[in-house]
């Protein structure tokens, strides 16, 4: 069954930075544009970056100059660098199909991955 894997999460301090990856097993996903999901205690999951299949990427504003999304289509990896985390960017992260820009909704999911938890702690 087609499915991403997400790693690259962990505890750091406000301010501190993380590299979150993305890898999926199965099909190739260079076609499809692709988004970088959070979903915090809570709350619900929620696109907050997305890379289209020409390469754009669009961010939510929370996120906006912070984090930045890309991908490799030689390995079909995404990933997400993430700087200056704050408190509020504490949530399980997951990759999936995504839209043309932010506030677009893909128009399918592949099944969700188990997510990377990120924790940003003082």
């Known amino acids: 069954q087609v499915r991403f894997v997400e790693s690259g999460g962990g505890l750091v301090q406000p301010g501190e930075s993380l590299r979150l990856s993305c890898v999926p097993s199965g099909n190739d996903f260079s076609g499809y544009h692709m988004a970088w999901y959070r979903q915090g205690l809570g709350k619900q999951r929620e696109q907050i970056a997305t890379i289209s299949v020409g390469g754009d990427p669009d961010y939510i504003e929370a996120v906006k100059g912070r984090f930045t999304i890309s991908r490799d289509l030689g390995t079909n990896k995404v990933y997400l660098q993430m700087n200056n985390l704050k408190l509020d960017d504490t949530a399980v992260y997951y990759c999936?199909?995504?839209?043309?820009?932010?506030?677009?909704?893909?128009?399918?999911?592949?099944?969700w991955g188990p997510g990377t938890q990120v924790t940003v702690s003082s």
């Open positions: 999936n199909r995504g839209g043309a820009t932010v506030t677009q909704t893909a128009g399918a999911f592949v099944p």
